[in-house]
């Protein structure tokens, strides 16, 4: 499933990955800091090699969604959007002896939340800046129970304001592993 003496993955392979993550906080305007657990998946496509250093690939996130059960919120549910135009994830080699790998991921979703403060059915919002997230320590790719932590905190606003934010998540660590 490798290539570059078995540590990267070969063009055109796609890798599925379930995620959890538990005590996410999510602030949102009106309430304060919400904590939720989230779970699910995503998958990645491997796109091309990166040029120079000790090697990489780009990956395009190709699916991508992660729902939490609330009390006050319902179901709240983030989901990839702007498959096109999201900057391609980095996989790359950081040493060679042992092998470390560093996995860049950018992500653009909609957050969606069930039972908004506001009450009047379901909220969609956006991330108006790609939001990171990083794990620098991989020996082995896919992960296996490997912890990607976001890197800074997260906007969320209205679909038709994203000058308005509303809400915001907070930096919080997701275990991720290969899912076959």
Excluded: W
């Excluded at 090699?49 to 991508?64: A, L």
């Excluded at 498959?83 to 996995?103: A, Q």
């Amino acid at each position: 499933m490798t290539t570059l003496s078995g540590v990267l993955p070969p063009i055109g392979l796609e890798i599925p990955c379930s995620s959890y993550a538990v005590d996410v906080p999510l602030q949102i305007n009106v309430l304060g800091l919400i904590p939720l657990d989230f779970k699910g998946g995503i998958k990645f496509r491997v796109e091309e090699t990166v040029p120079g250093g000790q090697g990489g690939v780009k990956m395009r996130i190709i699916g991508e969604e992660y729902s939490a059960d609330s009390p006050v919120l319902g179901k709240v549910t983030l989901s990839q959007a702007y498959v096109d135009t999201t900057p391609l994830s980095l996989l790359e080699v950081t040493s060679t002896m042992p092998p470390v790998l560093r996995h860049t991921l950018f992500h653009d979703f909609t957050l969606t939340i069930e039972k908004p403060p506001a009450g009047d059915g379901p909220a969609v919002l956006s991330n108006p800046r790609t939001m990171t997230t990083l794990c620098d320590r991989l020996t082995v790719f896919p992960p296996q129970g490997s912890i990607y932590q976001l890197q800074q905190p997260v906007d969320f606003a209205p679909l038709d304001n994203p000058g308005q934010v509303v809400a915001q998540l907070l930096p919080f660590p997701m275990t991720r592993s290969h899912n076959p």
